[in-house]
């Protein structure tokens, strides 16, 4: 069974709207991270936050950690159409140098 | 820059044929990756190494053999190539801690005919 798994399969909104994708996990971990994987292209990582970390940003992104529920939250505000991506979540099990990958999120945005 | 290179980038082969799935890294990273891609199952692990001369199983590993014959390059080998094999096929390279990030490279497009 997955490790982590983001929440929904995909997500539509128009430019300039926000979104939140979700994401839970099962084990103990090192660190979450965010991957978007555009069109025709590799997985590139957004954001690492680390366990003892509750929230971390980057730019428009920001993401959440809460260990406690086992989940984390990628927000993203002022969409544009070149967000437009499948959005993993990733995590390690404490120590290990493996990550397990969710199946991700199709996140849409409409001009 | 960190950088991951894969070739080929597109791939047909025949059921029973050999395949090899070369990738090349220059951000001297000691762990290397290689996974699948298939709609609804994310990215699956299939081999990974801890550096030259290592190789070791991953999540899916079986039909599939790796190399790791330098620092740099590590290569995903199907020896009896089948059709349950067509997938897009992802390699990346990582620091050797816990959770560390992972770079990837643009993929190779596998069909097996």
């Known amino acids: 069974s997955q490790l982590a798994e983001e929440n929904s399969w995909a997500l539509s909104v128009h430019e300039g709207e926000s979104v939140t994708v979700n994401c839970s996990y099962k084990?103990?971990?090192?660190?979450l991270q965010w991957y978007r994987q555009k069109s025709g292209k590799g997985p590139a990582q957004l954001i690492l936050?680390?366990?003892?970390?509750r929230e971390k940003r980057n730019g428009r992104l920001r993401a959440t950690l809460d260990t406690s529920s086992q989940s984390s939250s990628l927000s993203i505000t002022a969409t544009r159409c070149e967000d437009t991506a499948v959005y993993f979540c990733?995590?390690?099990?404490?120590?290990?140098?493996?990550?397990?990958f969710g199946s991700g999120t199709q996140l849409t945005v409409m001009p | 820059e960190a950088a991951v290179t894969q070739s080929p980038r597109n791939k047909v082969a025949v059921t029973g044929g050999k395949v090899t799935l070369s990738c090349n890294q220059t951000?001297?990273?000691?762990?290397m990756y290689w996974y699948r891609q298939d709609t609804g199952h994310g990215l699956r692990l299939i081999h990974y190494?801890?550096?030259?001369?290592?190789?070791e199983k991953g999540d899916i590993p079986d039909g599939y053999k790796a190399s790791r014959p330098s620092q740099e390059n590590f290569s995903l080998i199907l020896e009896l190539a089948t059709p349950s094999q067509t997938s897009v096929y992802f390699c990346?390279?990582?620091?050797?801690?816990?959770?560390?990030?992972?770079?990837f490279g643009p993929g190779t497009r596998l069909t097996v005919l």
């Open positions: 990346a390279s990582g620091d050797d801690w816990g959770g560390a990030e992972q770079y």
């Open positions: 084990t103990s971990i090192t660190a």
């Open positions: 936050i680390r366990s003892n970390e």
């Open positions: 990733a995590t390690d099990e404490s120590g290990s140098w493996q990550l397990i």
């Open positions: 951000n001297n990273h000691n762990n």
């Open positions: 190494s801890y550096g030259a001369g290592s190789t």
